[in-house]
């Protein structure tokens, strides 16, 4: 059975999206995160995306890197383009940059695509899936990459939650130079 592998960006104080404006006509998520990408970041996101031959995305996030990543090129760039990808969303009718939108109920659909052969699944983002995920106990590993920012404001990991109490057991650690420190939990 496949994997599939949650990585999420947040900050000291649990926020995992900015929506202050910035300076361009919308809001630009996570702007706090930048200045600490740097290749210790790049080569672990590297080494999560190889490890992968799917992507399971929402709606926000699904947009956001599409727009990010088609017009790219280059080995990273390329992996990230062909590979396929699975949206969950209530609103989309259809896709493109070589996805397929989740039909159905998003938990069935989940755990059909866990068994079907194949390396892990990698879901970028915490948001509004991830409770459904996490509620069905489909989610494997959590990669949640804590920045050495306070941010004040935004949304927070598992804002409106309303599953149970789950426990998770810390599997690794990564500590980068830049102050990131990436904690893997796994269920219980």
Do not use: C
Request: charged share 25%.
């Amino acid at each position: 059975m496949r994997k599939l592998i949650e990585s999420t960006f947040v900050s000291l104080d649990g926020i995992i999206d900015d929506t202050r404006p910035s300076t361009a006509s919308r809001a630009e998520p996570q702007h706090w995160g930048h200045p600490y990408w740097d290749d210790d970041h790049a080569g672990y996101a590297e080494k999560l995306t190889r490890s992968a031959d799917a992507m399971l995305l929402g709606r926000v996030t699904y947009e956001g890197f599409a727009a990010a990543w088609s017009a790219q090129s280059g080995p990273g760039a390329d992996q990230m383009n062909s590979m396929p990808k699975y949206v969950a969303s209530r609103t989309l009718t259809e896709t493109t940059w070589n996805a397929t939108l989740l039909q159905g109920d998003v938990a069935e659909e989940v755990a059909k695509l866990k068994e079907q052969p194949g390396a892990n699944i990698l879901k970028w983002g915490t948001g509004e899936l991830d409770r459904t995920l996490v509620e069905h106990g489909l989610v494997d590993e959590f990669h949640f990459w804590y920045f050495p920012a306070i941010v004040g404001a935004g949304k927070h990991l598992f804002e409106g939650a309303g599953f149970d109490t789950t426990h998770l057991k810390l599997a690794d650690l990564h500590r980068f130079d830049s102050g990131i420190v990436v904690h893997v939990y796994v269920p219980r």
